[in-house]
């Protein structure tokens, strides 16, 4: 069977919330001020308090991926540190940690941390196949990763702010 016939055969909205959940992860561009605002918010959950983001120099290669260096300062509890470790590796975004270093102020309960982040985004792809060439088929180890994509992917509800009327009807009054 054809690629285009398969995909037709596809349910149209479970197919875009997956791409959608897998291009959230693993872009395939940098999008700094998305992972700034993630990060952001990861922090706060996490009980710390973001106090610098710094983009490092350049950008690199990991594998097949894409990667760019972010290093973070953080202040928070010392007994927030894991839970602020377990919060960055259970986010929406792939991001690895390189280095963390964590130094004592004169308030022993509180730290400041200093965190350098590799952040992964894809390359965007060359080659696609021909339109006879098969479709690969999602293996169950991928299954399971796009259900952790979607777990981890933060749940938000569309808001809708209704705006009343601004200014005179008739400006020529």
Known sequence: MCKAKILESYDK??????????????????????????????????????IAITLGGGSGKSGDSQTFLLKLEVIGSLSSTKNLISTLEDSPRIMR????????????????TFLNLDVLYSSIPEVFGSI??????????????LA???????????????LGPRGKANPFE
């Open 13 to 50: 909205d479970d197919l875009r919330v997956n791409v959608g959940h897998a291009l959230a992860a693993y872009p395939i561009e940098r999008d700094f001020s998305n992972v700034f605002g993630l990060l952001q918010n990861l922090t706060s959950q996490s009980g710390y308090s973001l």
């Open 132 to 145: 006879d060439s098969p479709l690969p088929e999602l293996s169950q180890k991928d299954e399971e990763l």
């Open 97 to 112: 940690m390189n280095s963390m270093e964590t130094t004592v102020g004169i308030d022993p309960n509180l730290v400041s």
């Open 148 to 162: 952790r994509l979607a777990k981890a992917a933060p749940q938000t509800q569309p808001q809708i702010i209704q």
